[in-house]
Every structure is written in C-alpha cells, then in structure tokens.
Nanobody, 130 residues
Framework: QAQLMESGGDSVQAGGSLRLSCVIS??????????MAWFRQAPGKEREGVAA????????DYADSAKGRFAISRDIVKNTLYLQMTDVNSEDSAMYFC?????????????????????WGQGTQVTVSP
C-alpha cells in the first residue's frame, strides 16, 4: 500500500518561511477525483485542511488561513508533494500531515475533510517562534 513520509518541519521565526516535503510511494489513484493534500493539527484542536492539489484537473484549494501565504505543489518525477510556507505566524504551529485519496462528491466528500483521504504520513512538526 501507499507510503507517505513528510519532512522539513522545524522551528521557524514568525514571518519566516519553510518548505515541507512529502515523498509518496506505492500509490496510484484509480477512481474518484484524485487529490493530494496537507493537513495540520495543533494540540487540542481538530485536524484541518491546509491545501489540496487535485491531480486530475490540476486545480488547487487553500484554507482561508493559507491563502496568499502557502503554496502547494508537486514534483511528479520525484513523487514529492510540497507545501511552501511563507510569512508564518503562531497560528501555523502544528503537526503537518500529507495525505492522498480520491474524492467522491456524491458521497459528500470535500477536500478539507480528513475522511476523504485514504493514506496519511506520520507528520512533521512546525513550530513558529517569536
């Protein structure tokens, strides 16, 4: 089955930048609307979608909190998904997870729901410091 491994999490100063990477292996999307995404979860909070890349159509979705600051992309050759984070703030401190799956809108699935994804990485920690 698929394996996802995140990296790049670190402590970064507010206003700084960071790029997260997720190497995806043993995965192929054969049904539904294929999507790769980044989620994050801070202690005591729900896991929330940050950004998603819909591989079949090349479109991108961002959470309101990420718009204008984060950029999701992928390198097909390297089988790697990226999240470029800029102008980070304290609200960005969280464990970041990458995920892959296929959306089935007829079932009410949307990109920002964790239940829409089949495979997850173990997470990489991002801590924003003053």
């Amino acid at each position: 089955q698929a394996q996802l491994m995140e990296s790049g999490g670190d402590s970064v100063q507010a206003g700084g930048s960071l790029r997260l990477s997720c190497v995806i292996s043993q995965y192929s999307c054969t049904g539904g609307r294929c999507v790769m995404a980044w989620f994050r979860q801070a202690p005591g909070k729900e896991r929330e979608g940050v950004a998603a890349l819909h591989t079949g159509v090349g479109s991108i979705d961002y959470a309101d909190s990420a718009k204008g600051r984060f950029a999701i992309s992928r390198d097909i050759v390297k089988n790697t998904l990226y999240l470029q984070m800029t102008d980070v703030n304290s609200e960005d401190s969280a464990m970041y997870f990458c995920a892959v799956g296929a959306l089935f809108p007829e079932r009410g699935a949307t990109w920002d729901r964790p239940s829409s994804y089949t495979y997850w990485g173990q997470g990489t920690q991002v801590t924003v410091s003053p």
